[in-house]
């Protein structure tokens, strides 16, 4: 999870439970839920001492290794490929049910020597243990309290587990927005901050601008007018487009590249910009309206031309997902507990990947709380576990119980 997106959890409201009818408590599973405690933090150091930064192939086996022989210890039929690991379960129900959380950390080898693995108080310290071991610790001990209480209301139940969410997710997001696409609902396990116990209900896309300008070549002291100054141009388009307004996305150039030497007028140059989204066809949008602007030149003769590359695309809770959350509430209120919704952020998830097909109904931040993600101090909060395990346990049966 990108770490702005953390950020600008904060200040939020709760939403006010007051007034709403508060269901008691499935007590046989919360029971599950408090044995599952202890053992869950056990699996979660186990996953904090594999060192698995998104470049360390080795690290990232390893914990394909571990996760690979849990899921086969809960009944999994276990598939990996492209540093991803698949797992499938059948049930007898009809949904069908996802589960996601990510194995990279952006930390470096070696991390374990400067920031070791440790209990302080309500927190557990450590490298990647909340963004994301948390959500894999969350989901093996979600389906191993489920299985023990006898659950199989699904037709298929799947887990993938990627190695390159922090890096953009350019090898797994295809495998994953498949996936999705072909379940009712996913689940994703992404951290949310503490104190504020929370879902999250958007997060932007990203994609890239590249804007390339073509003049022509001549000698700037003996024959300027024979050319056609592309940095000239290129300035021109920049400011052009500066200030574009297309709703649901968001530009700004960030890089350029022009001219070789300072005796020749530039025949091209290059500018990239860095684009944020939050409406699913805002590369499209945001492609058509940069086209017609910049169709008009300053320098005569060039051409401009602007292509956007998309990556990660948007998250955004649709009303069904909304729903959802506000079931997640009531869920939460059963035990006693606050659940906020966080309207949005400008960091970015593979909830967004999974929302693709905008088959599945996907909700976002499952995973455990904590704070630090991506620092030197990243923790998990203890007092989340418990309630984390009873929400993922109840969505996961009223979502393959719903028709
Ligand atoms: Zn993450």
Redesign the pocket.
């Known amino acids: ?1 990108n770490k702005l997106l953390l950020a600008v959890m904060l200040g939020v409201a709760l939403a006010a439970n007051s007034g709403a009818c508060v269901a008691a408590p499935d007590e046989a599973l919360l029971d599950a839920a408090r044995r599952h405690e202890a053992p869950l933090l056990a699996t979660l150091k186990e996953l904090v001492l594999i060192e698995s930064g998104s470049s360390d192939a080795a690290g990232l086996a390893r914990m394909g290794d571990y996760a690979e022989r849990r899921l086969k210890e809960l009944g999994a039929a276990v598939e990996r490929k492209d540093g991803i690991v698949t797992a499938r379960f059948k049930g007898t129900g009809v949904r069908k049910l996802m589960l996601m959380a ?1 194995m990279d950390t952006v930390y470096q080898p070696g991390i374990l020597a400067t920031q070791p693995y440790r209990v302080d108080g309500k927190r557990v310290y450590g490298p990647g243990i909340a ?2 071991k948390s959500g894999i610790a969350l989901i093996l001990h979600t389906l191993a309290l489920l299985r023990s209480a006898g659950w199989r209301d699904y037709a298929q139940l799947t887990v993938v587990f990627n190695s390159d ?1 922090e890096i953009g997710s350019r090898a797994s997001g295809d495998w994953i927005a498949m996936q999705a696409g072909e379940h009712d609902f996913v689940f994703s396990c ?1 951290p949310h901050g503490a104190p504020l116990d929370g879902i999250l209900l958007s997060a932007s896309g990203i994609a890239t601008a590249t804007m390339t300008v073509q003049g022509r070549a001549a000698h700037a002291g003996v024959a300027a007018k024979a050319g056609r100054n592309a940095l000239i141009e290129l300035s021109h388009q920049l400011l052009q487009t500066k200030d574009i307004e297309v709703p649901g996305t968001q530009l700004n150039w960030t890089r350029a590249n022009v001219g070789m030497v300072t005796n020749q007028i530039p025949a091209s140059a290059t500018a990239l910009g860095d684009v944020r989204l939050s409406a699913p066809d805002g590369v499209q949008r945001l492609q058509q309206a940069l086209r017609e602007k910049v169709a008009t030149p300053l320098v005569s003769d060039t051409v401009t031309t602007v292509e956007l590359k998309a990556g990660r695309p948007p998250y955004l809770a649709t009303a069904a997902g909304r729903a959802w959350a506000a079931k997640a509430q009531g869920i939460y209120a059963e035990i006693g507990r606050e659940l906020a919704l966080y309207p949005g952020s400008g960091g970015g998830t593979d909830a967004g990947y999974a929302s693709r097909s905008g088959k599945a109904i996907v909700l976002e931040s499952f995973g455990l709380g904590g704070e630090g993600v991506h620092g030197n101090d990243e923790y998990i909060t203890l007092d989340s576990v418990l309630p984390r395990l009873y929400l993922l346990s109840r969505m996961l049966q009223e979502a393959g119980a719903s028709r």
């Open positions: 999870m990510h963004d994301d969410e992404e």
